[in-house]
Each structure stands twice: as C-alpha cells, then as structure tokens.
C-alpha cells in the first residue's frame, strides 16, 4: 500500500505564522465600500415536537437581530454597529468584528411560526422552533 505524505516546507520555518488569521467571513457592499459579513455560529437540537437553536452572537443587541421563518427555513441575521472614536484617540488594534452577522439553514419538517419563541442573553440567542403538526392519515370508510 502506498503512503502519501504532505510536505509543508513553510511548517518549520514559520510554524502557526497565518493559524487563526483568516477567519470564515465574506465580504459584501454597503454602498461603495466594502463590509465584511460574518457567520453566526449555530447548535441545533432536535426532539419529538420542536428544534432548539441556540446561536452565538457575541456584542449584539436584542433589538439588532432579525429572526425570520419560512416553512423548514430559518434567518438569523444582526448587524453590529460601527465602533465611534473619541478625538485625540488613535486605535492601536482593532480585532473585534464591526458589520453584519447572518445563517440560514433548512431544518427538517416545517415550523410552525406562530408557536415559535426567541430568548437572547449573554450574547446567545435561542431559539424554540416547534414543528408544525401534520394531520394524521384520514381513513375513508367505504360505503
């Protein structure tokens, strides 16, 4: 049997130099300028009657975020506000995350959007989404 081997000549010389430096954000106009988009970070849960959707959103406010449902599918999305400088101030590092958050995903059955409920606390923000209720067979008697 073969063995394939990778050979990174870089590795030793510049061991974990770019690691961690690009991270999983896209980038989108607002305008002429360009914002970068990121994705929020989702667990799903799933039992007999509903899913749990428990997604990251770290520095976000409750009244930024957007929630919408459509059959099995599901939007989350939150714009987080630019950051205001102080004059005299100049900004030495900037790493936090400034722009707009999103995730869809389909889920397996629909959901019943009346029942759904939506709770944000220490930057997650949960989500009980029950399943919409599917008729049971109807059985014709034959006459």
Do not use: C
Request: zero cysteines.
């Amino acid at each position: 049997m073969n063995q394939v081997t990778v050979i990174d000549p870089f590795a030793d010389v510049f061991p974990g130099l770019l690691r961690g430096f690009v991270t999983p954000t896209t980038r989108v106009l607002n305008g002429d300028r360009p914002v970068a988009a990121q994705r929020v970070r989702v667990d799903v849960i799933e039992s007999e009657s509903a899913y749990t959707v428990h997604a990251d959103m770290p520095g976000v406010r409750k009244e930024d975020i957007d929630v919408q449902i459509d059959g099995a599918q599901v939007a989350i999305s939150a714009k987080l506000a630019e950051r205001t400088t102080v004059e005299g101030e100049q900004t030495l590092r900037s790493e936090r995350f400034v722009g707009e958050m999103s995730r869809s995903f389909t889920l397996g059955s629909d959901l019943d959007e009346d029942g759904a409920d939506a709770a944000f606390e220490n930057g997650v923000l949960v989500l009980t989404l029950p399943k919409k209720q599917v008729p049971a067979a109807k059985r014709l008697k034959i006459s």
